[in-house]
C-alpha cells in the first residue's frame, strides 16, 4: 500500500514538473503557465490595492529612450465596460493602453505592448484573469474625449482584468500553442 501510495505521489511530481513546465523559478513558471481567460471570469470585483498594483507595473516596464509613450485610463463603469467588451463580467476592469502618436523613429505602439504585458503578468501573479484586445480600442479611439485619452495619444490596447474562475486552468481554457518547430529557427552562419 505505501509503495503504490509512493508511485502515485511520484508519478505526480513527474507529471507536474514536465507537464506544467515547471522551473522552479517562479517568475519563468508564472509566464509559463499563464493563458488569457475567456470565459472564466466572474464577478467578483477587483480591489483598488489590486489594481494599484498592476498599474505600477505597466508603469515600469521598459521603453525606447525610457520615453514612457503611455498613458492608462482605467474604465470600472459596467455599462461603459460592456459597450467596449460586450462579454464582460461585471466587477472587471478595463485599462485602455494609450500611446503618444509617433512622429518618426519613436516605438509607441511597441512600448506600449511592453507595458501591456507587465500589466497583464501582474494580474496573473496576483491570481486575476487577464486578456488583451486589441479591436476594441477603435470604439475608444472614436469617443478620446469621452474616456479622457489626451490629445497626441490613441489607444493601442485594452486589458481586460478580473477574478477567474479558480477550477479552469491553462490546459482546459487556453488554446493550443504553436510548437517550437513552428515557431523557432536556429540561423547559423
Not at 492608462?72 to 463580467?89: C, L, P, R, S, Y
Not at 523613429?105 to 505592448?113: A, L, Y
Not at 507595458?115 to 479591436?135: D, F, V
Request: proline share 5%; hydrophobic share 40%; charged share 20%.
Amino acid at each position: 500500500m505505501k509503495i503504490k501510495f509512493l508511485l502515485v505521489v511520484f508519478a505526480l511530481f513527474i507529471s507536474t514538473k514536465f507537464y506544467a513546465q515547471s522551473t522552479g523559478n517562479a517568475s519563468i513558471d508564472l509566464i509559463l503557465s499563464a493563458y488569457s481567460a475567456e470565459e472564466t471570469f466572474t464577478s467578483d470585483p477587483v480591489s483598488d490595492e489590486q489594481l494599484d498594483l498592476i498599474l505600477k507595473c505597466g508603469m515600469k516596464a521598459p521603453s525606447g529612450l525610457n520615453a514612457q509613450p503611455w498613458k492608462f485610463t482605467v474604465i470600472k463603469d459596467e455599462a461603459t465596460t460592456k459597450a467596449i467588451v460586450n462579454d464582460i463580467a461585471p466587477g472587471n476592469v478595463l485599462i485602455v493602453v494609450s500611446g503618444l502618436e509617433a512622429e518618426g523613429g519613436g516605438t509607441p505602439d511597441f512600448d506600449c505592448g511592453l507595458a501591456t504585458e507587465n500589466m497583464y503578468i501582474a494580474a496573473q501573479a496576483l491570481g486575476l484573469g487577464a486578456r488583451p484586445y486589441g479591436s476594441p480600442t477603435r470604439i475608444v479611439n472614436r469617443m478620446k474625449a469621452r474616456f479622457q485619452i489626451p490629445e497626441g495619444y490613441s489607444a493601442v490596447n485594452i486589458l481586460r482584468i478580473g477574478h477567474v474562475d479558480k477550477t479552469v486552468d491553462a490546459v482546459s481554457e487556453a488554446s493550443p500553442r504553436k510548437t517550437t518547430e513552428e515557431v523557432i529557427n536556429y540561423f547559423e552562419n
